[in-house]
């Protein structure tokens, strides 16, 4: 009996030698990491934030307001009146630096940067200051397309725009470019221009009513902050 009690506890030990350890599961810092990067890179390509180096999005007025009105509707009930009402005012911003972003790109796109267009225009907060080769010259170039077109619509013109405006200086169509636009967004409509300003007000109209037609979920955005929640849960 003594013999066959060792003969079970040394089985028992081996076999428990060979069982595998108990895997502590892979999570956290590395799905955090992919899901943070998919926040920013959403976050950027919705927004257009006008300080892509400003992640706090304080320091504009303009970031500062859209920025609170999303954090406001990720604080508000889903399918609510006042989420809605938020996701209305969100879509607005939004539209409104579209509708600028898409001038640049008719611009640039008359210029012969059809292909280049996008890659031009493509601003996020990886953008490095280091990389700017004219910086001081991007600067005056985007002072004189704020005084001297209506690209901006009279608004302090978004710092994203400089590192557009140094890679034009570098392909030597930043002349060129300014030139257009003075050309396709003036300043001051003239009577020569009366025609042009009718056609405008056409565009006007349609683009409010595409903004007013916009459905549910254009509007009910997943929130960023909800978007990383529900990645961290899988």
């Given at each position: 009996?003594?013999?066959?009690?060792i003969?079970y506890?040394?089985c028992?030990?081996?076999?428990?030698?060979?069982e595998?350890?108990?895997?502590?599961?892979?999570?956290?810092d590395?799905?955090?990491y992919?899901?943070?990067e998919?926040?920013r890179?959403?976050?950027?390509?919705?927004?257009?934030?006008?300080?892509?180096?400003?992640?706090?999005h304080?320091?504009?007025?303009?970031?500062?307001e859209?920025?609170?009105?999303?954090?406001?509707?990720?604080?508000?009930?889903?399918?609510?009146?006042?989420y809605?009402?938020?996701?209305?005012?969100?879509?607005?911003?939004?539209?409104?630096?579209?509708?600028?972003?898409?001038?640049?790109?008719i611009?640039?796109?008359?210029?012969?940067?059809?292909?280049?267009?996008?890659?031009?225009?493509?601003?996020?907060s990886?953008?490095?200051?280091?990389?700017?080769?004219n910086?001081?010259?991007?600067?005056?170039?985007?002072?004189?397309?704020?005084?001297?077109?209506?690209?901006?619509?009279?608004?302090?013109?978004?710092?994203?725009?400089?590192f557009?405006?140094?890679?034009?200086?570098?392909?030597?169509?930043?002349?060129?470019?300014?030139s257009?636009?003075?050309?396709?967004?003036p300043?001051?409509?003239?009577?020569?221009?009366?025609?042009?300003?009718?056609?405008?007000?056409?565009?006007?109209?349609?683009?409010?009513n595409e903004?007013?037609?916009?459905?549910?979920?254009?509007?009910e955005?997943?929130?960023?902050?909800?978007?990383l929640?529900?990645?961290?849960?899988?």
């Open positions: 009996m003594g013999d066959r009690n003969f506890r040394i028992c030990s081996c076999c428990r030698g060979d595998p350890e108990e895997k502590t599961p892979i999570i956290s590395t799905l955090l992919f899901a943070q998919a926040q890179r959403r976050s950027e390509q919705a927004n257009l934030w006008s300080e892509p180096h400003d992640t706090s304080m320091e504009r007025d303009d970031d500062r859209l920025y609170n009105l999303l954090q406001k509707r990720a604080k508000t009930r889903r399918g609510s009146q006042g809605r009402r938020l996701s209305f005012d969100i879509h607005a911003v939004r539209q409104e630096r579209r509708d600028v972003l898409g001038k640049w790109k611009i640039l796109e008359n210029l012969g940067f059809r292909a280049e267009s996008d890659m031009l225009l493509n601003v996020t990886a953008t490095s200051y280091s990389s700017m080769r910086a001081p010259q991007a600067k005056k170039l985007l002072d004189v397309l704020a005084q001297e077109t209506s690209i901006f619509e009279n608004k302090m013109p978004a710092e994203r725009y400089i557009v405006l140094d890679r034009l200086i570098a392909l030597d169509a930043a002349e060129d470019f300014l257009k636009a003075k050309t396709y967004y300043r001051d409509q003239s009577p020569e221009l009366e025609n042009e300003g009718q056609d405008s007000a056409v565009v006007l109209i349609k683009k409010s903004i007013n037609s916009v459905t549910d979920e254009e509007l955005e997943v929130d960023e902050d909800a978007l929640s529900r990645l961290l849960e899988l």
